[in-house]
């Protein structure tokens, strides 16, 4: 089985910047495209951000597009989602997701997502 563990949230200010991170555990990190998903009160859970298991390939929810950047170091066992511009409504919690389904493109559901952190908080005050 893949442990995943989220760090890097907290409290920022509109406008600000925030670095999450995501360690996985096992060598086979490589092996699975990765996503960043995140869920607010009442909210579903939604997609955040997507990311080919050589990091090549990138994709992300319009409403982050140009402000989050997703990227990932194999050798660390380690996913990052950096955010950018922050806004107030992109507070959540934010959970970073491993694919083993096999697939090449990271799904934008989190039903294509086994594995699960166990999330951060980020709040964004305005």
């Known amino acids: 089985q893949v442990q995943l563990v989220e760090s890097g949230g907290g409290l920022v200010q509109a406008g600000g910047s925030l670095r999450l991170s995501c360690a996985a555990s096992g060598p086979t990190f490589s092996r699975y495209p990765m996503g960043w998903f995140r869920q607010a009160p009442g909210k579903e859970r939604e997609f955040v951000a997507g990311?080919?298991?050589?990091?090549?390939?990138?994709n992300y929810a319009d409403s982050v597009k140009g402000r989050f950047t997703i990227s990932r170091d194999n050798a660390k066992n380690t996913g990052y989602l950096q955010m950018n511009s922050l806004k107030p409504e992109d507070t959540a919690v934010y959970y970073c997701?491993?694919?083993?389904?096999?697939?090449?493109?990271?799904?934008?559901?989190?039903?294509?997502?086994?594995?699960w952190g166990q999330g951060t908080q980020v709040t964004v005050s305005s």
């Open positions: 997701a491993a694919d083993g389904s096999g697939t090449f493109y990271p799904s934008r559901r989190s039903m294509g997502y086994g594995y």
């Open positions: 990311i080919t298991r050589s990091g090549g390939t990138t």
